[in-house]
Nanobody, 117 residues
Framework: QVQLVESGGGLVQAGGSLRLSCAAS????????MGWYRQAPGKQRELVAT???????NYADSVKGRFTISVDNAKNSVYLQMNSLKPEDTAVYHC???????????WGQGTQVTVSS
């Protein structure tokens, strides 16, 4: 069982920055693709960014050039640096771990990000 705990959400003005953190219960990054997803009110959950153990990243078109996903293996943590935030980035952001060799999928409880105009 993998536990994921997010932190770092909050209220920020448009154009501002936030850094989300996701602490994993153990050294899992070689076994999982890590990602961030978000869900805005009334909308489906959508992919924001993913990162593999080899460091390959993938971003939604809407966040390319503004968001950066990274990992710190020593701290068993995944980060999402969000710059130039827009009101449409407002959502609950969830950390995700998807098994590379299994079909296991784990989710964190989410952290709220609100961007005011």
């Amino acid at each position: 069982q993998v536990q994921l705990v997010e932190s770092g959400g909050g209220l920020v003005q448009a154009g501002g920055s936030l850094r989300l953190s996701c602490a994993a219960s153990g050294s899992i990054f070689k076994l999982f693709v890590m990602g961030w997803y978000r869900q805005a009110p009334g909308k489906q959950r959508e992919l924001v960014a993913t990162i593999t153990s080899g460091g390959s990243t993938n971003y939604a078109d809407s966040v390319k050039g503004r968001f950066t996903i990274s990992v710190d293996n020593a701290k068993n943590s995944v980060y999402l640096q969000m710059n130039s935030l827009k009101p449409e980035d407002t959502a609950v952001y969830h950390c995700n771990a998807r098994g590379v060799f299994t079909q296991s999928v784990y989710w964190g409880q989410g952290t709220q990000v609100t961007v005011s105009s």
